[in-house]
């Protein structure tokens, strides 16, 4: 495989939904859930999401068990993950937490047209740095820079419109749906994915490999049809992540 190996991770409520429309965010993970992402987290290379994720949730996206860490660290990795967001404008602050927090590279793939301007705006970021991605942007062109980076393993953690791209694109290998017992029922709030021409189809399954149960949460992974077995190493361990970025 020329491009990492990208899972897909998402806590979603029985209806389908991501959050609700509330400036809260919406609680979707319990505590185990919650140490699963970070353990998957640490055996990944880079996590990537959208502008809308780093504006609304101004999320760290770091590992935070200090075991972990020191297993990366002592592997001659960094502690966190390369940190990776979609933003076709390239407006984002410098200053959010994505940016300012972990000891890993981040990068902001932006449309052609956006980039001379967004260049300007991380010029002095401590280790950040801006790529063209085309117009509109481009997975291929982002999954390829992220191999040249040395990026074997990547964590996709939302949101909707990051999710859609990477599945009608056929680019997911692997999907990890974390279910929570409740309904949201607001069509203002966003769901898991938005309409799309999904590349097997409708009614075209993937491949169901686990399904477990964390208290009262459903967790569910699936394999693409597409996708070999990426062996030992890869797929989801044990663990593997919840929905939404934290």
């Known amino acids: 495989m020329d491009r990492p190996y990208t899972i897909l991770s998402c806590a979603v409520s029985l209806d389908g939904y991501i959050d609700d429309a509330s400036p809260d965010r919406l609680r979707l993970s319990n505590d185990e859930d919650f140490d699963e992402v970070d353990a998957l987290r640490a055996e990944c290379d880079a996590i990537l999401v959208g502008a809308g994720t780093v504006r609304k949730d101004n999320p760290r996206l770091l590992v935070r068990s200090p075991a972990r860490r020191e297993r990366r660290l002592a592997a001659g990795r960094t502690g ?14 410098p200053c959010a937490r994505f940016f300012v927090t972990g000891d890993a ?13 967004a260049e300007q705006r991380f010029l002095g970021a401590p280790g950040t740095s801006v790529v063209d991605a085309g117009d509109p942007p481009a997975l291929d062109v982002i999954l390829a820079d992220l191999a040249r980076r040395g990026v074997k ?94």
Not at 156 to 180: C, P
């Open 153 to 246: 393993r990547l964590l996709v953690e939302g949101g909707t419109h990051v999710h859609t791209l990477f599945l009608t694109s056929g680019l997911a290998d692997e999907l990890r749906l974390a279910v929570a017992p409740f309904f949201v029922g607001d069509a203002t709030a966003p769901r898991f994915t938005g309409p799309g021409v999904f590349p097997d189809g409708p009614g075209t399954p993937m491949r169901l490999e686990e399904v477990r149960r964390l208290g009262e949460i459903a967790v569910m992974r699936y394999r693409s049809a597409r996708t070999g077995d990426p062996g030992a190493d890869g797929g989801a361990t044990g663990g593997a992540a919840p929905g939404a970025a934290r």
């Open 105 to 117: 590279d981040k990068v902001v793939y932006t449309g052609a047209s956006a980039y001379p301007a």
């Open 80 to 93: 966190d993950l390369v940190k990776a967001v979609l933003c076709e404008s390239g407006k984002l602050d």
